[in-house]
């Protein structure tokens, strides 16, 4: 088993940066390939970036893609999403994802055995 516990999320404007934190216990965390997904009022959830167990290698969403950053540090089994230039489309509860699997994929909830509660974040204009 792995417990994943989101924190850092909050209300800030349009243009501002958040950055969210994912604490993990449990399992080692170097086992695990980590992401962020989100999900809306009335939508489905969405990736938005992982990194991979060992390489370290990223990967985002387009909508995020140069406005994010994931990061982790194996040796405090942490994972990180620095969020900047924020758009009120950006609002949504942000999930914390491990998966176990060895997949050439990384954007699917199916890949993710292990899910944090969610944080939220919400950006006015």
């Known amino acids: 088993q792995v417990q994943l516990v989101e924190s850092g999320g909050g209300l800030v404007e349009a243009g501002d940066s958040l950055t969210l934190s994912c604490s993990a216990s449990g399992r080692t965390f170097s086992d695990f390939d980590m992401a962020w997904f989100r999900q809306a009022p009335g939508k489905a959830r969405e990736f938005v970036a992982a990194i991979r167990r060992n390489t370290g290698y990223t990967y985002y969403a387009d909508s995020v893609e140069g406005r994010f950053t994931i990061s982790r540090d194996n040796a405090k089994n942490m994972v990180w999403l620095e969020m900047y230039s924020l758009k009120p489309e950006d609002t949504a509860v942000y999930y914390c994802?491990?998966?176990?699997?060895?997949?050439?994929?990384?954007?699917?909830?199916?890949?993710?055995?292990?899910w944090g509660r969610g944080t939220q974040v919400t950006v006015t204009t």
């Open positions: 994802a491990a998966s176990s699997v060895y997949s050439g994929s990384y954007s699917y909830t199916w890949e993710y055995d292990y």
